[in-house]
Structure formats: structure tokens, C-alpha cells
């Protein structure tokens, strides 16, 4: 991906006051998943990308009178004076690739357009509108070639291409949502071109998904637009979890008649899960079933149905989209790491790294902790420009930190705190990302800071759950146990098999704690320890708990089990960090009564 050298958007980089600028069509070319490929065999790819660039891409980009400006190792930048020629040029790259990845190794380009002013510096450009074309591509289906509203604007109805509405999307480091289009060539069929199309080219890096139309099996056709709404609503919310590539809806409409298996549909789209559901609708209740399919496997990894209520129509559907949405994501990722752990991990892309990291998490046990920061520094090393790999990388080493499983819990606290700041500026706007600095500044102790990061993560996906649960131990910790307990009600019906779920109770616990229900707190912290016995939070809050309650015996008991999976953990390092937020006070008293050393 090509972006401004300072990393910035929207700066000029010249100060001099005779800025050259004109309005230009630039085009942004980057080879989907170059990282994998250099990984398998790294002189084979080199050999093939010039030869692309020497067969392909010079001779295009000269018809159609582009100008290279820049170029990397997996991408280029061309500028030209007319944006139909961009697109009529993207296109015909796109078709050359296609008819070559038949009888050559699969190299497959991502090709974004955008129109906009930019700032020319010794033949270099730069500006908004190289930036947003960097990220047009970066939102483009591989072997497609997607334009910016601007662009389509300058050529509608001067092309013979059909352009398909993709929405509005947030792009990184971009202050404005940009309405994207997927160019499509003429003489494919109109339904499912790119469908077809897009059957020669290698699976997407990201976990890959089609949401196929959900029936209506109520035998009433005019509730067609009920289950048309649902699976638009799913591919939405799909689509706001950055962490999965989701086949857009207009793709998915045209297979509503004649609808073929799931795993020939996955081959069709390239993608690695299916999601299919019904809706069946009678009287005053509507009973909504979904299940997520594997595609290589065609096993179901998930299956559910959800039975409400017609009180308020748009209110239910807002509820089962959200619940389905909120199940998958844990489902796909746990599928994801056992693809990747039945491979060798010498041979994993950055992607596969941090997906094996993000399960680890999940049991926080000194091993899967130290597994997940192992990855997750391998991920940052093999992709630079990851965010997510950062941000497993702050999270793991902020708990390790905390539970004093390294050799120097305050160098692990000081590089998670420099991880912080590097998943942030390289990936602000991504909901996993910062779900996992705000939670990394949780177990640093640094409630208030956390705190706007997690509310962040939730507001750009409020399905994640695991943000909730961290979200409502920062408001138990600042003595807001009601809105604290809000969150981890949300987030046990988004997920409720979550392979975090243990941090759901451990939430749920410090609330009532918190709001001084002690025999409520015991309860919830019961349930989180038969999640995960070893969870290092439900027990140390189920002494606070007993030992508020009155139960010392007991209490002195967690906090013996508590030492036992973290010997060294004492109230200094419960106070630590600045945990001097009022709800976490009342905690640490407890702990004290309970017999935590100092």
C-alpha cells in the first residue's frame, strides 16, 4: 500500500510556498496477499511480478497514457490526466491477469481509483487523494477494481463498465466515509459477474465470508422483505468487523432463485464460510434460524434459532442480526486457528499468525500467554504495517506483565505501552485493534485511558463482545457497576459460547461487587471458574466477595488458588499503575481483608 512518507493524511509535505497542484486520476495497484506468497517461495513471486509488470502493466498503462510515479515491491502507483483512462486501463490489466492465472502461478492484483487534488514534488504526488486511492484498493476484492464516488462521478456513462454500489466505508486514517464502487466488465453476465469471475483467483488473506439471501419460509410473499432486510443487516455488520473479507450483497442477490450448495458456492465466491438462514413468520412471532458452514469441510460450525416476539418489528430485527453477528465472529476465529494449526507455522502469513494468537488468548494461561506473544511478535515483524499483530502483542505482554510471567514485568509494561501507541497510529479505526490496547491498558492498570478506547471499539462494532466485558470492568472499576453490568449482559448474548466467556463473569462479578452485592458477585465469580478454572480474576474477585461477606475461611482459600497459577501477584500489583479509580479501591480493601500479601 502506497501512502504519504510521513504517514499522514491529508499534510503537504512541501513547505516551500510555490506548491505545484492539479486535479489527477490516480491508481493504486497491490498484490493480494503478497506476504504469503514471498513466504512460499520468494524468487518464484519476483520472477512473476516483473514479468507482470513488463507484459502487463507497462504496456496498459502506456495505451492508456498513465504515468507510473512510484512503485514497491508488491504495488504501484500511476497517475492520469483522464479518469476514464485509469479505469479503462484497470480493467484491462484485471482481464490480461485473469486470462494469465490460467496456466501461471496465482498472482492476483487489488486495483483502487480515486479523483482528487494532489501535490506534485519532484515527480512524486501526494495528498488526500493518493491516500484514498491507497485505501480504495485496499477495501477491493481480489482481481477487482474498485473507484472512489469521485472517480465514478468523472466517467458515468463514458464507459461500457457497469459499476456495483459496495456503500460507504471508513477508511483508515481518512476523516470521511467514501462511498466505494466495484467496476464490473459488460460482457459478463450481469448477475454474480464478479461471482464467476472471481472463482480463478486465491482466497482472500482475511477470513473470508458470503451471507447467502436468508428464505422466507412463511409462505407469504410479502414478507420477502423481512428476510431481505435481515441479510442485509448481517452483511453490515459483517462488514464493520474488520477482521473478516464479506462478499457484498449485491453479489450474494442474484443467487435468491436456484439456489446451489453451500460449498460449491464458497468455490464460486473464494470465500472459506457460508452463513445461510430462514425466517418464518406467523401471526405476532417470527422465529429467525442461522448456521455458519465451513466450506472445505462442509461441516456446521455454529447453528441457532431465535424465537421473539412482533412487538416492534425493526427493534427484533436489530436484536437477531445482532445476536448472529455477535456468534459468528468467535466461531470463525476459532476455525481460523485450527486451519492454522494443522499447518506448519514457519509457512503462516501474518494473518494466520495473529489468528492462532488471538485463541491463545482465550485460556490466559502462562503458556498461551507467552504462545500469543511469540506469534504476535512475528506477525509485527513479517507485516510492519499490521495493527492487529501490535495490538495481540500490547494485550499479551500487559498481562503477562500483570501476572509477573515474564523475566521483567516492567520492561514487558513499557514495550505493551509502545505497542499501544504503534497498533493506534497504524490502525485507529479498527475495532479489534482497539479493543486490544483498551484491554492492554486495563491490565496496565490505566482504567481512565482504557476506558475511551473500549467504548471507541464498541461504537465502531457494537458486536464485540469481548470489548463489552473489558468495558464493563472499566465502569465497575469507576464505580459505575449499573452500566458495567449493562455491557456484560450484552456481551453474554452476543457470544454466549465466547472462549473468553470467563472474562464475561469476571465482568459481571467486579459489578456486583461494585454495587455491593456480595452473594451476587460469589455467584457470577462461581460460574467464570467453571468456564476456566484457571482464571486469575474470578478468583481474587470471589475473595473480595467472601471476604466482604464474611466468609474468611473461603476467602483465604481463592486467594491460596489464585497464588497458585500467579505466586508472585500482591496488593502492590493490584495498585499499581494507577488504578486509584473508586470502584477499584473498595476492591483492593477486600483483597486485604482476604490475605493477599502486600
Not at 10 to 24: H, S, T
Not at 246 to 264: E, F, H, N, Q, R
Not at 428 to 437: C, K, Q
Not at 482 to 497: K, N, V, Y
Given at each position: 500500500?502506497?501512502?504519504?512518507?510521513d504517514?499522514?493524511?491529508?499534510?503537504?509535505?512541501?513547505?516551500?510556498?510555490?506548491?505545484?497542484?492539479?486535479?489527477?486520476?490516480?491508481?493504486?495497484?497491490d498484490?493480494?496477499?503478497?506476504?504469503?506468497?514471498?513466504?512460499?517461495d520468494?524468487?518464484?513471486?519476483?520472477?512473476?511480478?516483473?514479468?507482470?509488470?513488463?507484459?502487463?502493466?507497462?504496456?496498459?498503462?502506456?495505451?492508456?497514457?498513465?504515468?507510473?510515479?512510484?512503485?514497491?515491491?508488491d504495488?504501484?502507483?500511476?497517475?492520469?490526466?483522464?479518469?476514464?483512462?485509469?479505469?479503462?486501463?484497470?480493467?484491462?490489466?484485471?482481464?490480461?491477469?485473469?486470462?494469465?492465472?490460467?496456466?501461471?502461478?496465482?498472482?492476483?492484483?487489488r486495483?483502487?481509483?480515486?479523483?482528487?487534488?494532489?501535490?506534485?514534488?519532484?515527480?512524486?504526488?501526494?495528498?488526500?487523494?493518493?491516500?484514498?486511492?491507497?485505501?480504495?484498493?485496499?477495501?477491493?476484492?481480489?482481481?477487482?477494481?474498485?473507484?472512489?464516488?469521485?472517480?465514478?462521478?468523472?466517467?458515468?456513462?463514458?464507459?461500457?463498465?457497469?459499476?456495483?454500489?459496495?456503500?460507504?466505508?471508513?477508511?483508515?486514517?481518512?476523516?470521511?466515509?467514501?462511498?466505494?464502487?466495484?467496476?464490473?466488465?459488460?460482457?459478463l453476465?450481469?448477475s454474480?459477474?464478479?461471482?464467476?469471475?472471481?472463482?480463478?483467483?486465491?482466497?482472500?488473506?482475511?477470513?473470508?465470508?458470503?451471507?447467502?439471501?436468508?428464505?422466507?419460509?412463511?409462505?407469504?410473499?410479502?414478507?420477502?422483505?423481512?428476510?431481505?432486510?435481515?441479510?442485509?443487516?448481517?452483511?453490515?455488520?459483517?462488514?464493520?468487523?474488520?477482521d473478516?473479507?464479506?462478499?457484498?450483497?449485491?453479489?450474494?442477490?442474484?443467487?435468491?432463485?436456484?439456489?446451489?450448495?453451500?460449498?460449491?458456492?464458497?468455490?464460486?465466491?473464494?470465500?472459506?464460510?457460508?452463513?445461510?438462514?430462514?425466517?418464518?413468520?406467523a401471526?405476532?412471532?417470527?422465529?429467525?434460524?442461522?448456521?455458519?458452514?465451513?466450506?472445505?469441510?462442509?461441516?456446521?460450525?455454529?447453528?441457532?434459532?431465535?424465537?421473539?416476539?412482533?412487538?416492534?418489528?425493526?427493534?427484533?430485527?436489530?436484536?437477531?442480526?445482532?445476536?448472529?453477528?455477535?456468534?459468528?465472529?468467535?466461531?470463525?476465529?476459532?476455525?481460523?486457528?485450527?486451519?492454522?494449526?494443522?499447518?506448519?507455522?514457519?509457512?503462516?502469513?501474518?494473518?494466520?499468525?495473529?489468528?492462532?494468537?488471538?485463541?491463545?488468548?482465550?485460556?490466559?494461561?502462562?503458556?498461551?500467554?507467552?504462545?500469543?506473544?511469540?506469534?504476535?511478535?512475528?506477525?509485527?515483524?513479517?507485516?510492519?504495517?499490521?495493527?492487529?499483530?501490535?495490538g495481540?502483542?500490547?494485550?499479551?505482554?500487559?498481562?503477562?506483565?500483570?501476572?509477573?510471567?515474564?523475566?521483567?514485568?516492567?520492561?514487558?509494561?513499557?514495550?505493551?505501552?509502545?505497542?499501544?501507541?504503534?497498533?493506534?497510529?497504524?490502525q485507529?479505526?479498527?475495532?479489534?485493534?482497539?479493543?486490544?490496547?483498551?484491554g492492554?491498558?486495563?491490565?496496565?492498570?490505566?482504567?481512565?485511558?482504557?476506558?475511551?478506547?473500549?467504548?471507541?471499539?464498541?461504537?465502531?462494532?457494537?458486536?464485540?463482545?469481548?470489548?463489552?466485558?473489558?468495558?464493563?470492568?472499566?465502569?465497575?472499576?469507576?464505580?459505575?457497576p449499573?452500566?458495567?453490568?449493562?455491557?456484560?449482559?450484552?456481551?453474554?448474548?452476543?457470544?454466549?459460547?465466547?472462549?473468553?466467556?470467563?472474562?464475561f463473569?469476571?465482568?459481571?462479578?467486579?459489578?456486583?461487587?461494585?454495587?455491593?452485592?456480595?452473594?451476587?458477585?460469589?455467584?457470577?465469580?462461581?460460574?467464570?471458574?467453571?468456564?476456566?478454572?484457571?482464571?486469575?480474576?474470578?478468583?481474587?474477585?470471589?475473595?473480595?466477595?467472601?471476604?466482604?461477606?464474611?466468609?474468611?475461611?473461603?476467602?483465604?482459600?481463592?486467594?491460596?488458588?489464585?497464588?497458585?497459577?500467579?505466586?508472585a501477584?500482591?496488593?502492590?500489583?493490584?495498585?499499581?499503575?494507577?488504578?486509584?479509580?473508586?470502584?477499584?479501591?473498595?476492591?483492593?480493601?477486600?483483597?486485604?481483608?482476604?490475605?493477599?500479601?502486600?
Open positions: 500500500m502506497i501512502l504519504c512518507p504517514g499522514k493524511v491529508g499534510e503537504d509535505p512541501v513547505a516551500d510556498e510555490r506548491i505545484e497542484r492539479r486535479l489527477a486520476a490516480i491508481l493504486a495497484a498484490v493480494a496477499g503478497y506476504s504469503r506468497l514471498m513466504g512460499a520468494e524468487v518464484g513471486t519476483l520472477t512473476a511480478l516483473k514479468a507482470i509488470r513488463r507484459e502487463i502493466f507497462d504496456p496498459a498503462i502506456a495505451r492508456h497514457n498513465g504515468r507510473i510515479v512510484k512503485t514497491t515491491g504495488g504501484l502507483l500511476v497517475e492520469f490526466a483522464s479518469s476514464v483512462d485509469a479505469v479503462t486501463c484497470a480493467m484491462a490489466v484485471q482481464e490480461l491477469m485473469a486470462k494469465r492465472d490460467q496456466d501461471q502461478p496465482q498472482i492476483t492484483f486495483i483502487g481509483i480515486n479523483v482528487g487534488d494532489v501535490i506534485i514534488d519532484d515527480g512524486d504526488i501526494f495528498g488526500d487523494g493518493v491516500n484514498i486511492a491507497a485505501r480504495v484498493e485496499s477495501e477491493c476484492e481480489p482481481g477487482g477494481v474498485c473507484l472512489s464516488s469521485n472517480a465514478l462521478e468523472q466517467i458515468r456513462g463514458k464507459t461500457e463498465f457497469t459499476f456495483v454500489d459496495l456503500g460507504e466505508r471508513a477508511l483508515k486514517n481518512i476523516d470521511r466515509a467514501v462511498r466505494l464502487y466495484a467496476a464490473r466488465s459488460a460482457a453476465p450481469k454474480a459477474a464478479h461471482a464467476v469471475d472471481a472463482s480463478s483467483h486465491p482466497f482472500p488473506d482475511k477470513p473470508s465470508i458470503a451471507v447467502l439471501p436468508f428464505k422466507n419460509i412463511s409462505g407469504d410473499s410479502d414478507q420477502e422483505y423481512f428476510a431481505d432486510g435481515m441479510t442485509g443487516d448481517i452483511i453490515a455488520l459483517l462488514s464493520r468487523t474488520r473478516f473479507f464479506v462478499i457484498a450483497k449485491s453479489s450474494t442477490d442474484s443467487l435468491k432463485v436456484g439456489l446451489s450448495d453451500p460449498t460449491s458456492l464458497a468455490r464460486q465466491f473464494r470465500v472459506r464460510y457460508i452463513l445461510e438462514g430462514s425466517v418464518r413468520k401471526a405476532n412471532r417470527v422465529r429467525v434460524t442461522a448456521q455458519l458452514i465451513e466450506a472445505r469441510t462442509g461441516k456446521t460450525l455454529w447453528a441457532d434459532r431465535f424465537d421473539r416476539e412482533l412487538s416492534d418489528l425493526f427493534l427484533v430485527q436489530d436484536e437477531v442480526t445482532s445476536g448472529i453477528v455477535g456468534a459468528v465472529y468467535p466461531e470463525v476465529l476459532a476455525a481460523e486457528a485450527g486451519t492454522f494449526k494443522r499447518s506448519s507455522s514457519t509457512n503462516l502469513d501474518a494473518w494466520g499468525l495473529v489468528a492462532r494468537g488471538m485463541m491463545a488468548l482465550a485460556t490466559f494461561t502462562r503458556e498461551s500467554i507467552s504462545n500469543a506473544n511469540d506469534l504476535a511478535d512475528r506477525a509485527s515483524k513479517l507485516d510492519p504495517e499490521f495493527g492487529l499483530a501490535f495481540l502483542r500490547a494485550f499479551s505482554l500487559a498481562y503477562r506483565s500483570y501476572m509477573q510471567w515474564g523475566r521483567d514485568w516492567l520492561m514487558d509494561a513499557r514495550q505493551a505501552s509502545q505497542d499501544i501507541k504503534s497498533a493506534v497510529s497504524l485507529s479505526d479498527d475495532p479489534t485493534v482497539l479493543f486490544l490496547v483498551g492492554a491498558s486495563w491490565f496496565m492498570g490505566r482504567v481512565l485511558p482504557g476506558v475511551p478506547l473500549l467504548e471507541r471499539a464498541i461504537q465502531l462494532n457494537p458486536n464485540l463482545a469481548m470489548a463489552r466485558a473489558l468495558l464493563g470492568l472499566g465502569y465497575a472499576s469507576l464505580d459505575r449499573a452500566d458495567g453490568l449493562a455491557q456484560a449482559e450484552i456481551a453474554f448474548r452476543l457470544s454466549p459460547r465466547d472462549p473468553m466467556a470467563c472474562q463473569f469476571a465482568a459481571e462479578t467486579l459489578c456486583h461487587f461494585a454495587a455491593g452485592d456480595f452473594s451476587r458477585a460469589i455467584a457470577s465469580a462461581q460460574k467464570g471458574l467453571q468456564v476456566n478454572p484457571n482464571s486469575l480474576d474470578n478468583h481474587l474477585y470471589l475473595a473480595a466477595a467472601l471476604a466482604e461477606s464474611g466468609d474468611q475461611s473461603r476467602a483465604q482459600k481463592q486467594v491460596e488458588q489464585a497464588l497458585r497459577i500467579a505466586p501477584m500482591s496488593l502492590d500489583i493490584i495498585s499499581r499503575g494507577g488504578r486509584d479509580a473508586p470502584g477499584w479501591q473498595k476492591y483492593h480493601v477486600a483483597l486485604r481483608k482476604a490475605g493477599l500479601p502486600s
